[in-house]
């Protein structure tokens, strides 16, 4: 059961083993857009290749043209122009580099959001009767959001670690010992993340769920706004509702602890502690010899290409936990296994007559019940009282759910060898509680099938009797329909869902 409850806030972290399973899954994903990423990745070595190049260029001008007071204006104006350019192409690397990524990375949740959406439609009515509808679209719509950062921060990542090599190669080149010492940070810097990962993890699972609780209880509130206001209802669900959102709060305010403890300071700390330890060890170099004072800008740059996409990392990192999770909440979806009940898609028989038979079929309720048979032509009354199964057999009828033992026969064949789409089409429901969708009357009768025409919708909507109230609105069959129908009775929705049905002229009419 999706829905969360006070145990289920205590989430666990995910394990290394999920983990590694949702990347696996989500990179199936990416990969649909490898030329994209991959365009990405080849900018982002041309970058690294870029940011070693232009701190080189600088010690080389600082060393051999700055220290003479001979060097000519023509040639400060001619390296200046050159910089100018290598900053100009880093630019333009630059864009093409996030822009590349940037629609790979959207493509894919695009992708993973579509297919999410077509597996919801395959779910059973069990599905939705257990599951909050807040819930369902916060894995929809955030989860999948969610997942953008996520993506970015791989791309930082093989940023950082192109940048890193490269300045790695370019310190190794100006001084060794120097450049090992720089390097053996790598060692802090991955107990940081252990940590952070450790500490994190079961944060941003347990922020997931109180965000879906949030939206759970938003789309209770706003679909039954009229019956809180009438009971009277406002400040107690004002007071669940702040109850959740202060418990978001304080989750939050964990996250942002260990975000501002474990991320960009630990980063600055560390950059600041290898630059004081290159300064030094060039200060006690130059009390042997002369250290030039490109090749000690140079060092610290590269110190800074070192460090500072580590810093993006870093940053991101918040973005990965919290991508796991979105990502592990989504593949829980996609693995749930509520299908709708199973027809013979490619059955090409048909209903004809009508006639409907219940032979022996059990539904939560005792196996040995009688044989009843609906004749074509005639009419059925189930009567019992509230919770005695009428809307059941409907449901079960309609294929909605499956039903255990026995059979349901239609024209003297079983209901299961008929496809969807023929049960859908002979046989009209009409619900207790009506439902309009945004768009027109004639939009909704029609059910945006553009195949019926207007003369239809009419002749439906007259044999009725909702042509009388629609020929008086201003605009007809053209009057705007907001969400749910608002703007109208019970009666005139119930009225627009009966020649919604009625248009298709079923073979069989059922009215819950």
């Not at 996520?150 to 010992?177: E, G, K, R, Y």
């Not at 109230?469 to 019970?490: C, D, M, Q």
């Amino acid at each position: 059961m999706d829905k969360p409850t006070k145990k289920s806030q205590r989430v666990q972290s995910l394990t290394r083993k999920q983990q590694v399973t949702v990347l696996k899954r989500l990179f199936k994903y990416a990969w649909l857009f490898k030329r994209q990423f991959a365009t990405a990745l080849v900018f982002a070595i041309g970058l690294s290749i870029i940011n070693v190049a232009l701190p080189r260029m600088l010690q080389y001008y600082m060393d051999h043209y700055l220290v003479h007071q001979s060097t000519g204006l023509q040639i400060v104006i001619g390296f200046a122009i050159v910089y100018f350019i290598g900053t100009m192409i880093k630019a333009i690397v630059q864009f093409v580099q996030n822009f590349a990524f940037s629609m790979g990375a959207e493509r894919t949740l695009e992708k993973i959001r579509s297919n999410l959406y077509k597996k919801l439609h395959t779910f059973g009515m069990e599905y939705f009767d257990r599951t909050p509808a807040g819930s369902i679209v916060s894995r929809v719509t955030n989860d999948t959001k969610t997942l953008y950062d996520f993506w970015n921060l791989f791309l930082t990542i093989f940023v950082a670690a192109f940048a890193m090599i490269s300045a790695f190669v370019a310190m190794l080149s100006v001084s060794v010992p120097l450049a090992l010492a720089t390097a053996a940070f790598i060692l802090v810097l991955y107990f940081v993340v252990w940590l952070y990962q450790k500490l994190s993890s079961k944060i941003y699972r347990t922020l997931r769920e109180l965000l879906s609780q949030i939206n759970t209880k938003l789309n209770e509130s706003l679909m039954g706004i009229n019956i809180i206001q009438q009971f009277g209802q406002q400040k107690r669900m004002t007071k669940e509702f702040e109850t959740k959102n202060q418990a978001y709060f304080h989750m939050r305010n964990k996250m942002i602890n260990v975000n501002s403890f474990l991320l960009y300071p630990t980063i600055t700390l560390m950059f600041t502690l290898a630059e004081l330890i290159a300064l030094s060890g060039f200060g006690v170099q130059s009390m042997h010899t002369i250290v030039a004072a490109g090749v000690i800008y140079a060092f610290i740059s590269y110190q800074q290409n070192f460090f500072n996409p580590l810093s993006d990392v870093m940053n991101y990192m918040s973005y990965f936990q919290d991508g796991l999770v979105a990502g592990f909440r989504i593949m829980k979806m996609f693995d749930h296994q509520s299908t709708a009940p199973l027809q013979n898609e490619t059955s090409n028989k048909q209903i004809t007559e009508g006639k409907i038979e219940f032979r022996h079929v059990t539904f939560g309720y005792e196996p040995d019940k009688p044989i009843f048979t609906v004749q074509p032509g005639q009419t059925l009354a189930l009567v019992g009282h509230t919770g005695s199964g009428k809307s059941s057999i409907v449901n079960i009828l309609l294929r909605f759910y499956e039903f255990g033992e026995g059979q349901i026969l239609i024209d003297d064949q079983d209901i299961r060898d008929f496809s969807t789409q023929e049960l859908r089409q002979k046989l009209g429901l009409v619900i207790q509680e009506p439902y309009l969708f945004y768009g027109d009357i004639a939009k909704n009768i029609r059910m945006f099938d553009d195949k019926i025409t207007d003369q239809q919708v009419k002749q439906a909507a007259e044999f009725v009797d909702a042509d009388q109230f629609i020929s008086k609105l201003p605009n007809k069959y053209h009057a705007k329909v907001i969400e749910r129908g608002s703007t109208f009775s019970t009666g005139q929705r119930q009225l627009i869902s009966f020649a919604r049905t009625i248009v298709r002229d079923p073979t069989v009419l059922i009215l819950d």
